[in-house]
């Protein structure tokens, strides 16, 4: 069993490693928030079409996910009780990035909601005891930036999802980073070896902007979508890197205050205050890009934590997010050079 502690806020049992968790990696404990376990099959036939049911012989709020190729497919159930319990079946849990990225983190976002704290997607540093977050839709040049800062000396936090704690903490959140393919120059040119280079190269092309673009298509289909989504990155692994595997100088900083948050564009040459309602829509449009995968959209509506449904917490998210972003300053920073390092450089320089 694997147990992880997320900065004591949320607690995670699972029977399957969880790789995006290894920098929370605890001792054992008793109560989980979360936790995980592997059955060899669920309950589920063959059927005409992907759905989720609730189970109607228990009294919890328990669902089951199954798609047309029953249990030979990819099947997991949630028991959404004092603590959330997702059982998955063996197929699921030999793909670890399947199982974290679209079972565990949503889960996780909802978690932290029902505590108070925003999961936010967006990219954290921290420069001379002064926090930034990098918010941008995906492949859009995020990851190339942070890596830029991380040589430079600034200190990390996070690459893809930041903790955020009212007024304005961010709290780390390191998960290993996806080296796409228009990151793959910038990750060797600041790596401090190259024996993986063709193996990124393949797999950062495989699991690039286009690759995911045409899964998303599928997923509008009436296809298994989890099940070839679990078969293909078990065949092709996901490009993923730990900063300190990338920069073994990288320093990870556990908390900073945030005073601003740049919102990536790739257009002109300008960076643009923007007032509070702006930012909220921006930022709530990049978070839920990053969570748009089969099966989120269908788990919605059954999702029900502490007595509040999943719109609701959503909801609550929206308040809390206002509200950190009321005491920051929030600007949209525009590159058709993707030169974000430069332009965000000079701006820390300026207030050393």
């Known amino acids: 069993m694997y147990y992880y502690n997320i900065h004591d806020i949320i607690k995670v049992q699972s029977d399957v490693i969880l790789y995006e968790l ?12 979360l936790s995980i376990k592997t059955l060899d099959s669920l309950a589920g036939g063959l059927r005409l079409t992907r759905k989720i049911m609730q189970d109607r012989s228990t009294s919890s709020d328990k669902i089951l996910y199954t798609e047309h190729l029953g249990s030979a497919g ?26 974290y990225v679209n079972l565990v983190e949503p889960l996780l976002r909802f978690l932290l909601i029902s505590k108070g704290f925003i999961l936010l997607h967006s990219a954290c540093l921290d420069k001379n005891e002064s926090g930034f977050l990098l918010s941008a839709p995906p492949d859009t040049g995020k990851t190339t930036t942070v890596l830029k800062c991380v040589k430079n000396g ?52 495989v699991h690039s902007k286009t690759g995911r673009a045409f899964m998303h298509k599928l ?16 065949i092709v692994r996901p490009p993923k890197y730990s900063i300190s595997s990338i920069l073994q100088e990288a320093k990870i900083k556990n908390d900073t205050k945030v005073d601003n948050l740049y919102f990536l564009k790739r257009e002109g040459n300008d960076i643009i205050p923007l007032d509070t309602t702006s930012a909220l829509d921006l930022a709530v449009e990049n978070s839920d890009d990053a969570f748009i995968f089969p099966p989120y959209a269908e788990l919605l509506k059954y999702i029900i934590i502490n007595g509040r449904t999943a719109f609701e ?14 005491v920051i300053s929030c600007f949209v920073i525009k590159s058709e050079t993707r030169a974000w390092f430069n332009m965000i450089s000079k701006t820390t320089k300026n207030k050393a």
């Not at 990819?74 to 399947?98: C, M, P, Y």
């Not at 997923?219 to 078990?234: D, R, S």
């Not at 917490?313 to 206002?322: N, S």
């Open 154 to 205: 600034f200190s990390f936090l996070s690459d893809d999802m930041t903790i955020i704690k009212l007024p304005n903490q961010a709290l780390c959140f390191p998960k290993p980073m996806t080296i796409s393919s228009h990151t793959f120059k910038t990750a060797i040119s600041v790596s401090n070896t190259h024996d993986n280079d063709r193996s990124m190269r393949v797999r950062s092309l």
């Open 313 to 326: 917490l959503l909801e609550e998210e929206k308040k809390l997010l206002h509200t950190f972003l009321s």
């Open 219 to 234: 997923a509008k289909l009436n296809v298994p979508i989890f099940t070839i989504n679990t078969i293909g990155q078990l």
């Open 22 to 33: 290894e920098y929370f990696k605890s001792k054992e404990f008793e109560d989980s928030d």
């Open 74 to 99: 990819a099947q997991f159930s949630i028991d959404f009780g004092r603590g959330i319990e997702v059982t998955i079946n063996k197929l699921i849990s030999k793909s670890k990035h399947v199982l």
